[in-house]
């Protein structure tokens, strides 16, 4: 299969984006701020959902115009600490502005908050597929 690339440039992109790292997993040390180049970025260990096959491969993920982050419920004087992404949403400021913050929530109640100017998003698989140790599991 190819690599995926995908950018993201407003809330239904980045629903995409959410959807394709649903059930990803990271080391807390590969989530990191740049506040001078204004990115946050992340590498994640994502299940190929749509091979079909359980496959996971390493992506980076990378949001751009990033003005500030906050974490709730993240060990983040433990860089080896594993983190599993639920979900990745965005609630605009209101009115014509384009910014708003975009919420990356982790199972156990962690999350992570970037306000950001505009949504500037973009995924990318970095890695060669190998075989996951397991499914996710999740309710109907």
Known sequence: MSALVLGAEDADDLQIISARL??????????VWLPKQRRFAGVFNRFKWESGKGLRVR???????????KSHNIKRGDAD???????IS???????????TVEL???GGGAIR???????????????????????LHED
């Open 22 to 31: 649903q059930d990803a997993v990271a080391r807390v040390g590969d989530l």
């Open 90 to 100: 965005f609630a605009p400021k209101g009115g014509e502005d384009p910014g708003g």
């Open 59 to 69: 992506s980076g993920l990378h949001f751009d115009g990033v003005l500030s982050v």
């Open 81 to 87: 600490a594993v983190v599993s992404l639920l979900a």
């Open 114 to 136: 970037l306000d950001v100017e505009c949504i500037d998003a973009g995924l990318k698989d970095v890695g060669g597929e190998w075989a996951a140790r397991g499914r996710p």
């Open 105 to 107: 929530m982790f199972s």
